[in-house]
């Protein structure tokens, strides 16, 4: 799977929600993901496991609407 600029953009939204969720200590460091529907109906999540605060496009991967990875 090709990944877009779309996607890169939803993965930097996606970083910085990450970033200020952990500072105002929203969210426990790992606990639960964060995830944006793009346009083509696919979605870019956070993988699990991951401290919200230190994220990079690295650990923003894409699933289909059946959660499948692509």
Known sequence: MKYTSEFFAAAEHLIDAGRVIDQ???VPATSGNFSVRLSDGTIAITVS?????HLS??????????????
Request: proline letters at 0%; glycine letters at 14%.
């Open 49 to 53: 496991g991951k401290h919200k605060g």
């Open 24 to 26: 105002k200590g929203w």
């Open 57 to 70: 496009v690295d650990d923003i991967m894409l699933i289909d609407r059946e959660a499948n990875s692509l």
